[in-house]
């Protein structure tokens, strides 16, 4: 098959860590990797925010990114995109010319718009669309409230990208719920997780030097709704439980340490951190390559993702490849991927007090740690590597091509 991946704001060529870059990224790049061994042809379509970028970048065999013309060619946060749709449109309608892809996959919202938008651009021809959202706009805002910055538009132009798609790919049981509720037809949903690169993220491996008896790891974006306070919150607490010789190492955020001490999240955690008197336990180290993780990973005694939300995760798939425990909130795609008390341990959102107490459980019992670590590591290679994801999606690739076709016949059939 020939593919093309739209991914507006998230390019597979981007750094991780930094505000508008973390999971999607990670999920467009490996997905692409994957679907390409597998002998298809990828083009990830994405919007060009520095001028020295080129045009189009050969990544591997069969895999090529796109660097499309839409507004000025510097970063735009993602939540101020929306009116470049059409540009981005038009850049990747450009690109097609006369040979459309057999598929088009939109990843996010806005991609989506711009997706539909080029595959309906040929009335002889029409592209079969295929979206993954991400991230629902609709979960955002029951989180978030008025600190949601999302564009207005985004509560009925998302829903239209869902409806219009000939195909759509869930991440979890949990957000199907969520689409059918927005009014979405989920017979045209399949269900496909993320995924971890197992060649990467092992046990096989030394782990990374720490500085204390024990280590709990955060990793991700610093938003609040990360819910790193929660974790700062948990040390106090560990702290009275016995548990005093513990860091908290902060992975995420700026690359810089100037400006990563200048974010105004990274300020309000380590004021936090001050005024609990936790702050000699707290390490922010900011973006760490890629290749430095799985170090990282392993040398932490439980690995911590409590968001007030979350689509899905990758974070969690790569502690558990790594054969660290989890602890993890019971919110969305986190409630399938980290199984409670197999492979790390549920606690409820924003509640430091369960957080510290399924820490203490942890630290105060090695066996328990090798158990659950153990337990993830083969849940993860046995379910979530991206080849499989990239089999589950051709599968979506094919219904989304086999629907069209049947509607083609329809149409000509009702004109005869």
């Given amino acids: 098959m020939r593919i093309s991946m739209v991914s507006e704001h998230a390019s597979p060529l981007a750094a991780l860590g930094g505000v ?44 090529d990114v796109v660097h499309v013309d839409a507004g000025p060619a510097r970063h735009i946060p993602k939540d101020e995109l929306l009116p470049l ?160 010789d513990v860091e908290l190492l902060i992975v995420g955020g700026g690359a810089d340490p100037g400006v990563l001490h200048s974010d105004p999240e990274v300020r309000r955690l380590m004021a936090l951190a001050a005024g609990l008197g936790v702050l000699p336990q707290v390490t922010f180290r900011g973006q760490v390559p890629r290749a430095d993780m799985p170090g990282i990973f392993r040398s932490a005694n439980a690995v911590v993702c409590t968001p007030w939300y979350e689509p899905f995760g990758i974070v969690p798939l790569e502690a558990m490849a790594c054969g660290v425990p989890v602890v993890a909130a019971a919110v969305g795609g986190l409630r399938d991927t980290v199984v409670d008390h197999g492979t790390g341990i549920h606690v409820p959102p924003r509640d430091p007090e369960a957080i510290a107490s399924a820490l203490g459980l942890l630290l105060g019992d090695p066996a328990l740690q090798a158990e659950l670590g153990a337990a993830g590591q083969q849940r993860a ?36």
């Avoid at 204390?212 to 560990?238: E, F």
């Avoid at 089999?391 to 329809?410: F, I, L, N, P």
């Fill in 85 to 244: 749709m059409g540009e981005l449109a038009d850049g990747i309608a450009r690109d097609w010319g006369q040979r459309p892809p057999d598929v088009v996959h939109g990843h996010f919202w806005m991609s989506g718009l711009a997706a539909l938008d080029a595959a309906r651009r040929d009335t002889a021809f029409r592209v079969p669309m295929v979206q993954t959202f991400h991230a629902l706009g609709t979960v955002k805002r029951r989180f978030q409230g008025a600190e949601d910055t999302s564009p207005r538009e985004r509560r009925w132009l998302e829903p239209g990208v869902g409806r219009d798609a000939d195909r759509i790919i869930a991440t979890c049981p949990d957000e199907v719920f969520e689409l059918k509720a927005m009014g979405i037809d989920t017979g045209k949903v399949s269900i496909a997780p993320c995924g971890v690169d197992l060649g990467l993220f092992t046990t096989a491996a030394p782990a990374a030097p720490r500085t204390r008896r024990h280590r709990i790891l955060s990793v991700g974006r610093l938003v609040p709704r990360k819910g790193v306070d929660l974790v700062i919150r948990a040390l106090p607490l560990l702290a009275a439980a016995g548990h005093h």
């Fill in 20 to 63: 508008d870059a973390g999971g999607q990224n990670v999920h467009v790049a490996a997905l692409s990797e994957a679907l390409a061994r597998r002998g298809h042809s990828v083009t990830v379509y994405t919007r060009r925010d520095a001028p020295e970028l080129d045009r189009r970048v050969r990544v591997g065999p069969g895999l």
């Fill in 381 to 416: 290679r046995s379910r979530y590597s991206w080849d499989r994801v990239a089999a589950e999606t051709e599968k979506a690739y094919q219904a989304a091509m086999s629907g069209m076709a049947a509607g083609q016949v329809r149409m000509e059939g009702a004109a005869l």
